[in-house]
């Protein structure tokens, strides 16, 4: 069942979301640090109680087996340079690695489509680290495309 998370869902979201960060230590330990649950806590509530983020849920059988956690951004506060419209930013999808290969993601990434096409915006947008390459070829198969690139150099 894909749906809207609620504060009754934390723990289980939390779980995942270790997973994902332990993920983000092995590509960049050189910036991500190992956390605790009350940090955990804190990164996600707002996605819980604030009115312009949502988490959506897979849940099977009682357990949380995919999330995305989104935030609903518009470009109305600019210097009028962009033409104003509203976005979803996907700030992080994750599937339980046991789940992995089900269409859980599909189904998440799904849900996250259509909860921005019903508040009418006109995009989907996320980040996704460079050498995640899984995940840059399971978003392109949902239909999105390099937007744009960042680029870092590293002071030695």
């Given at each position: ?33 190992p956390i605790e649950q009350p940090v955990f806590d804190r990164l996600m509530i707002p996605y819980l109680t604030e009115e312009k983020k949502r988490i ?78 899984t995940a840059q070829e399971f978003y392109k198969a949902n239909g999105m495309f390099v937007k744009s690139m960042k680029m870092q150099y590293k002071i030695?």
């Open positions: 069942m894909i749906r809207f998370a609620d504060m009754n869902d934390l723990k289980g979201i939390n779980v995942l979301h270790e997973q994902l960060h332990v993920q983000h230590i092995g590509y960049r330990p050189d910036i991500f640090a959506i849920i897979s849940e099977n059988n009682g357990i949380i087996d995919g999330y995305a956690a989104c935030s609903i951004c518009d470009t109305s506060k600019g210097a009028g340079e962009i033409l104003p419209f509203a976005f979803v930013e996907v700030n992080e999808l994750c599937v339980a690695e046991n789940a992995q290969g089900k269409g859980i993601g599909t189904a998440v990434m799904n849900a996250v489509k259509a909860f921005a096409k019903d508040i009418g915006a006109k995009f989907v947008e996320l980040g996704v680290n460079a050498q995640n390459t030695q």
